[in-house]
């Protein structure tokens, strides 16, 4: 089992920046795919980005691409998610999952944390 824990949401102006991490425990984080995901109310859970288990291959929601950044520190067993240049449209619950692989030839998430909120005012 492995337990994901996220950190770092928060209030924050239009234009400006936060760090989300997503600490894990109970397994090492290390043999696991880590994606970010996020949820605004009255709206599905969206993919923001994905990270591989070694942090060589990084993969980025198109509303997103050039102002978030993942990365990972599998020493601390923690991955981030760098968000600058935040917009309003970014207000929402994000959520981290760890992936073992695949099932059927679809990702498959099987570790969910329980989420922090990211409000972005305007």
């Known amino acids: 089992q492995v337990q994901l824990v996220e950190s770092g949401g928060g209030l924050v102006q239009a234009g400006g920046s936060l760090r989300l991490s997503c600490s894990a425990s109970g397994r090492t984080l290390s043999t696991y795919a880590v994606g970010w995901f996020r949820q605004a109310p009255g709206k599905e859970r969206a993919f923001v980005a994905r990270?591989?288990?070694?942090?060589?291959?990084?993969s980025y929601a198109d509303s997103v691409k050039d102002r978030f950044t993942i990365s990972r520190d599998n020493g601390k067993n923690t991955v981030y998610l760098q968000m600058s240049s935040l917009k309003p449209e970014d207000t929402a619950g994000y959520y981290c999952?760890?992936?073992?692989?695949?099932?059927?030839?679809?990702?498959?998430?099987?570790?969910w944390g329980q989420g922090t909120q990211v409000t972005v005012s305007s």
């Open positions: 990270i591989s288990a070694t942090g060589a291959s990084t």
């Open positions: 999952a760890a992936s073992s692989g695949f099932a059927l030839g679809v990702r498959r998430w099987d570790y």
